[in-house]
């Protein structure tokens, strides 16, 4: 069976950080680039960053890129999101995706809220 679980979401202060995991299992995770939406209340969800398979290579959204980063330990099956310097307009639900060519899995989602 399937599982991505995200974890770390909270409650957080302007300029403050969070790091959130996504936990998957029941398939090969090393073999899947791995990447992180989020979705804002009224919002489409959107692309925050993404990790190859291997690791070697990441993406970032223009308006997280030096705030954020994006890692993996494909030992643990286990993609991070360091989030740094978080702004209320990051208040979001988070999803992890996995994804290899055209087979994809969805995480639940966690909410990071940002706020004083």
């Known amino acids: 069976q399937v599982q991505l679980v995200e974890s770390g979401g909270g409650l957080v202060q302007p300029g403050g950080s969070l790091r959130l995991s996504c936990a998957a299992s029941?398939?090969?995770?090393?073999?899947?680039?791995m990447r992180w939406y989020r979705q804002a209340p009224g919002k489409e969800r959107e692309l925050v960053a993404g990790?190859?398979?291997?690791?070697?290579?990441?993406n970032f959204a223009d308006s997280v890129k030096g705030r954020f980063t994006i890692s993996r330990d494909n030992a643990k099956n286990t993609v991070y999101l360091q989030m740094n310097n978080l702004k209320p307009e990051d208040t979001a639900v988070y999803y992890c995706?996995?994804?290899?060519?055209?087979?994809?899995?969805w995480g639940q989602g966690t909410q990071v809220t940002v706020s004083s």
């Open positions: 995706k996995a994804q290899r060519t055209y087979r994809y899995y």
């Open positions: 990790i190859t398979s291997t690791g070697d290579s990441t």
């Open positions: 029941g398939f090969t995770f090393s073999a899947y680039i």
